[in-house]
């Protein structure tokens, strides 16, 4: 193959040009954006800028507080929300149920990754709590009723926390008190994400930077590249191309005996779970990586280790199922030329797979 296929855009995606040109140009403001004097006005006024042209294109008219990433806000909300009750869904990224304690309620969902809404009345029911579910699931790509779960959370007089960072940008934000979102996943440079936060009231200040909700020096050139990934909207405007080639992607895996996770549920466009019933994770991953295609066992922060997916397990998918299931996931550069070159080498293994006569590979 002449060139590599990436189709691991859930793990990162790459910077586009327009936000490459932004944090160029935002290097220009050095000077530190708390400083008082005319150098550090203007970085401030470019982070500002910058704060803006995020809050408009996500759609949100409240705070916005920059930080390092999804994994910082996430930690943010779930150290220092109000509430002192925890409550969090099984399929969430690794990170949100640390973040979260050992001390807090997990909930179930069901065989499509949809959490159980009565089982979350109940848990509500015994007193405020902060709620995290996910907007979008980094594995499975099933998308969650937001709608209702948001309605219901505030008629508990609860707080929902909401990991957006594989939807924003993508589809609408919910109407949650905290949402994270992750620049790196959309575009936007690595290592600079946001927390939205409806009401500050509710979360308890540290000091420090960003109405002291944040202590460090605030990245400038991050924030620049974030508002200019968003603003760009690449990915958002490639969503019904996107949502094309993963449908021409599983009706082939399944012409071929593949297994598509959470077939019947809402899922975004760019994430895809599908297994080779009988090949391992780890056997696709080197094949097809030595084929000169990039993709993932599940989340890229479990993916290195190939620990059994807790997603899969919560959805309770069948564990031969699951060792057997791999990730694939498209960005705005994603092409049906690419999607066929991966559909010829999953089945070049599927056909492998056969000829020894159902042995695993």
């Known amino acids: 193959m002449s060139r590599r296929i990436y189709l691991d855009h859930a793990a990162t995606t790459p ?17 530190n954006p708390s400083s008082p004097h005319a150098d550090g006005r203007a970085a401030r006024a470019a982070l500002e800028e910058a704060r803006r042209t995020i809050g408009e294109a996500l759609g949100w008219r409240h705070d916005v507080i920059l930080t390092s990433g999804a994994s910082e806000a996430i930690a943010i909300a779930a150290a220092r929300a109000r509430p002192e009750r925890r409550i969090v869904g099984p399929t969430e990224h690794e990170m949100v149920t640390h973040a979260m304690g050992a001390e807090a309620i997990v909930l179930r969902v069901d065989c499509n990754g949809l959490v159980d809404l009565d089982e979350l009345d109940a848990a509500m029911a015994e007193g405020p709590a902060l709620v995290a579910i996910q907007l979008v699931n980094n594995e499975t790509g099933v998308i969650q009723p937001a709608a209702e779960i948001g309605a219901r959370i505030r008629a508990a007089g609860s707080l929902w926390l909401c990991d957006a960072a594989q939807g924003a940008g993508k589809i609408d934000l919910p109407d949650a008190d905290f949402i994270a979102v992750s620049g790196h996943k ?24 960003e109405k002291g909700y944040r202590r460090g020096t605030s990245d400038v050139p991050g924030a620049a590249g974030l508002a200019a990934a968003l603003a760009g909207g690449a990915v958002r405007d490639a969503m019904p191309r996107l949502a094309g080639l993963r449908a021409r992607l599983e009706e082939a895996i399944r012409s071929e005996g593949g297994v598509i996770i959470a077939e019947c549920a809402a899922r975004l466009a760019t994430i895809g779970g599908v297994a080779m019933p009988g090949v391992s994770s780890a056997s696709q991953l080197v ?6 295609i990039s993709v993932s066992a599940g989340s890229a922060c479990s993916s290195g280790s190939m620990k059994p997916s807790h997603v899969l397990a919560a959805m309770g998918i069948a564990p031969e199922v699951a060792a057997s299931t791999i990730r694939v996931s498209f960005g705005a550069s994603t092409t049906e030329a690419d999607v066929d070159a991966f559909l010829t080498e999953w089945r070049r293994i599927a056909t492998k797979r056969q000829v020894g006569q159902g042995r695993a590979v």
């Open 15 to 31: 910077v586009i040009d327009g936000a490459r040109s932004a944090v160029a140009q935002a290097m220009a403001h050095w000077a």
């Open 186 to 209: 959309l575009g936007g440079p690595p290592g600079v994400g946001v927390l939205l936060v409806r009401d500050l009231a509710k979360l308890a200040p540290s000091g420090g930077q």
């Open 287 to 292: 094949q097809l990586d030595l084929a000169g």
